[in-house]
């Protein structure tokens, strides 16, 4: 007997539903608007992410576990959807005069990540196996399109299919992974699967099926060693599609390595939490090491993510619900740190002019003194500085990793997050002590993306300052 889903099914969804409402009902609105009135499906593709992330804030719909356990509607995945829709919205917003200017502008980029962002709304609340699959495939679809976007750029076509190609690799190792996780328990539903991984630890397909479960994930994050894809992706694409694909799907990958590995794998810690310690520890020195000899701004933000990727499976691996409280803190202040970064490039840039060398910010402090201290606050920020969000949430997976019995890999931190420090005052000390070699063109004149990279960059220390109601949030989200 087939089970109809009722009103109660799909009160929990409501945001979700909202969310994809609104994309298709824009992506028919945008049919009939030229080129002059495309701000109008800019303008409601915000409107839209800020409104779900309204209806998620003030619980409407409710919370729950809907569709057979398909679908699981709690406070972690609450947390993680408010954060994944202001941080999108945030991004559309750096976009379009980049875009716009540039001629580059379609109204299949509001929509694609409107698409993106539903999928991964789906990843963090996925109690199932194929809703894992299917939340992913969303987002990776959406961002394949996005970073291929401009067409006629050697460059981005080139990093769309290595993304692509390598992405459909990573899908691949996690179906496969996911298929012997079934094979080994008989279901596909995560709770049940955690029930069965309590009582048969020693199953070796069940622990294979782990092990390839892992390395998906890892490659979805840009994990080492599995990070080959991110600093050709992260350069090749126009700077605002970089600046989304590097922040909100954190979030989201994220929740998906919490659901699967906590509440599907979480009676096999014994076995995950070593090689979760282990691919820290490789991220953050492959990622601190290669990025101190970057010259171009964007690909040593690649590398640099893959250093942030290790202190945030720090906190994985610390285990327990303070180790993914302090994972999860840990990446919602990556997602705003990474945004304003990338906001930097953007304000700088010019027609022409992709500010994305860090010799382009050279002199900055004699041609724009407010820019260049909104700079600094957020390379101060990513190096973990006191008393910038950066440095408290450092201190989280630090903590996390010392009470779960990971002294080595605490230390191992420490010692790669004074290494990462060097590369971010490189861009500090050339925008207060060398002279810019040639005329550099004026940061963008728009008013308003002055304004919200001063917002973006200023929260960076105003939170470090009010960092305690974020982390309680985070806890709560784990205190069931």
């Not at 947390?79 to 919205?89: F, H, T």
């Not at 690909?299 to 993510?305: C, E, F, K, V």
């Not at 040639?438 to 929260?459: I, W």
Request: hydrophobic share 55%; glycine share 10%.
């Amino acid at each position: 007997m087939v089970n109809v889903p009722t009103t109660a099914d799909l009160l929990p969804l409501l945001p979700e539903l909202v969310l994809v409402g609104a994309a298709f009902a824009l992506l028919m609105l945008d049919l009939f608007l030229d080129e002059r009135r495309r701000i109008v499906t800019h303008v409601l593709a915000v409107a839209s992410l800020v409104l779900v992330a309204g209806l998620v804030a003030a619980g409407v719909g409710g919370q729950g576990t809907v569709f057979g356990g398909m679908f699981i509607r709690d406070t972690a995945a609450d947390v993680l959807k408010v954060v994944i829709c202001g941080v999108s919205a945030l991004a559309m917003v750096y976009a379009w005069p980049y875009l716009r200017a540039r001629g580059l502008y379609k109204g299949e980029f509001a929509l694609l990540v409107l698409f993106a962002v539903a999928g991964m709304m789906l990843l963090v609340s996925a109690g199932n196996l194929v809703m894992v699959y299917v939340g992913l495939e969303m987002l990776a679809l959406c961002s394949y399109a996005l970073v291929a976007i401009d067409r006629d750029s050697p460059l981005a076509s080139e990093a769309a299919i290595k993304y692509f190609v390598l992405g459909s690799l990573a899908s691949g190792l996690l179906l496969y992974g996911m298929s012997l996780i079934y094979g080994a328990t008989g279901t596909l539903d995560l709770a049940t699967i955690g029930q069965a991984a309590a009582v048969t630890q020693s199953s070796t397909l069940l622990v294979t099926g782990v092990v390839f479960a892992v390395a998906g994930m890892v490659f979805k994050f840009g994990g080492a060693p599995f990070h080959m894809w991110l600093p050709d992706v992260y350069h090749g694409a126009p700077t605002p599609v970089t600046l989304f694909i590097g922040s909100a799907p954190k979030l989201a990958y994220f929740g998906m390595v919490y659901r699967v590995l906590e509440l599907g794998a979480g009676g096999l810690d014994q076995q995950w939490s070593p090689l979760i310690a282990g691919i820290a520890a490789a991220s953050l020195a492959i990622g601190n090491l290669t990025a101190m000899v970057q010259s171009n701004l964007k690909r040593l933000l690649a590398y640099s993510t893959i250093s942030h990727v290790g202190f945030l499976f720090i906190g994985i691996a610390g285990g327990g619900s303070q180790g993914f409280a302090a994972a999860m803190f840990y990446a919602i202040s990556y997602a705003i740190m990474t945004t304003a970064a990338f906001g930097a490039i953007v304000l700088l840039s010019s027609r022409g002019f992709e500010a994305d060398q860090i010799d382009d910010f050279k002199g900055l402090s004699s041609r724009s003194p407010w820019l260049a201290f909104l700079v600094l606050c957020v390379m101060a920020s990513l190096a973990g500085l006191p008393p910038f969000l950066g440095f408290w949430a450092k201190l989280a997976v630090l903590r996390a990793a010392i009470d779960g019995g990971l002294m080595w890999l605490a230390i191992v931190g420490v010692v790669f997050a004074v290494v990462g420090a060097f590369y971010y005052l490189r861009v500090v000390k050339a925008m207060y002590f060398d002279q810019a070699e040639v005329d550099m063109p004026q940061p963008s004149p728009n008013r308003p993306l002055r304004v919200v990279f001063g917002v973006n960059a200023l929260g960076l220390l105003g939170l470090g300052l009010a960092w305690n109601p974020i982390m309680v949030w985070c806890q709560q989200a784990f205190a069931g």
